[in-house]
């Protein structure tokens, strides 16, 4: 089976002791030369592990791929199964952003050393061959990210080298939050009024000057070939919403673009829940889940676009939405591996989740037969996004009516998402299937769904091209089409199109 997460999955990080240290203070007279390991914090902007190794004195970056993200996986703990971690098109993503980091660092003076290996091996070893001091890094909320940030320090400490942590994720820092991180509250609203009411988001750090980088003395590093990592070259399918380019570059770009050259945001509130085009949300989340950009300088943007253009409750949706982002970050950071469990946070066992690799099989191909469903599938696999509306009714179908472990469902987003973040991907999964921050009901009627969000059929035969002349009338429901109708709109269901895997007049969750 192809997605899932990481073997973190299996083991534990206290989640109460991950983040109660953070960058200790570094006497800059005994801090000569500082390496700075680069993370999900692929920028220049706003990165306080870079500007705080700048002002140290010699500063030298480095970033390693890590093998144990490409290549297949196993899911740990209760009922494991096999995933492949990363798919063609983050690793896609993530080379593009590497290589943009590269270059806005030599454009400074600076560099980047680049290996292909892990962490705990690669940032140790340019540490001991350049003699550092220090080593500045981002500190990240999810358990496997905690392990191989646990793995580093032992070994530099070993070294007498200090590992100085920064938190450099959110768009609220960490110590800025009105209680502990394990106090705060497991719903967003509270969590939202809470920050909002008694928490101030931090300045955008500018971008700091940077000495050259001694990166010849280990050598800077070429940028692996997916050949090298493991996975596929993927080609750009014209049909998907925007060709997400990696890299700081590209993420300010965008931003600017959505903001001020398209001036989208005076209308965002209205137009999130679209499902085809470039401009009915903003798509930063690529950006900011690589850490390509940083909330904090989104933030800062809407605020300049409330003061020049308008503000309304569209400007404030996108921030309503860095926090909901920001909720996952700290929910993970307070609860640790129980998020992974298949009751969830809430230790649910009342849930009869079902086994059946055929009916996933089926659901991860986009061939359910529900077009709604297999649209957002079919945008998936060929693109690597969904939007927000199209993921909601796609997990909903897998988790609420087909009853299948969510946990599949998570992973194998985890695979194909270029936008993809563990804390986002897994918590709101775990909010869909009901043993998450919420355990209400939240099952999706994915036919009523689509007849509101694509009421002309637009988004369905965009992506499953046998039901293009089926009218909007019927074409999220194809299954109710006559044998005469069937062949006067050119689609025989069962060989141009499935016949739908449960019984839709029914409930969804008797499966055919």
Known sequence: MQGASPSFRSGGVAAADAFKSLAPVIDPMTADTAVVWFRRDLRVHDNEALAEAAADGEVLPVYAFDPREYGEREFGGERSFRYEKTGAVRARFRRESVA???????????????????????VPAVAAAVDADVVHFGALPTPEEVGVENAVRTRLRDLDVTPAR??????YHLNDLPTPYTDIADTYTSFRKSVENRATVRDPLPEPDLPTAPVEE???????TPEDLGVDEIEYDDRAALRFEGGESAGTERLDGYLFEEDRLREYKETRNGLLGQGYSSKLSPWLNEGCLSPRRVRREV????????????????????????FF?????????????RGGIRRRDDIDWREDDAAFRRWAAGETGLPFVDAAMR?????????????QNAASFLANDLRIDWRRG???????????????????????AGVGNDSR????????????YDGDGEYVTHWIPALSDVPPSNVHEPWTLSEQEQAEYDVQLGIDYPEPMVDPEGSYRTPR
Do not use: C, M
């Open 218 to 224: 280990v050598g800077a590093g070429p940028i692996p």
């Open 329 to 341: 970050q700290f929910q993970f950071a307070k609860h640790g591996v129980d998020f992974f469990r």
């Open 379 to 391: 945008e998936l696999n060929e693109t690597g996004y969904q939007s927000n509306r199209a993921r």
């Open 441 to 452: 009901d939240r099952r999706f009627d994915v036919v009523e769904q689509a007849k509101k």
């Open 303 to 326: 605020k300049r676009y409330e003061r020049e253009r308008v503000a309304n409750d569209s400007t404030y949706w996108l921030l309503f939405e860095l926090i909901w982002r920001d």
């Open 166 to 171: 920064h938190w450099t994720h959110t768009l």
């Open 410 to 432: 998570a992973a194998y987003f985890e695979t194909r998402l270029v936008d993809y973040d563990p804390a986002s991907n897994y918590g709101n999964w775990a909010y869909i």
């Open 100 to 122: 943009d980091l590269r270059e806005r660092l030599r454009e400074r003076g600076s560099d980047v050393v680049v290996r292909h290996g892990r962490p705990e091996e690669v």
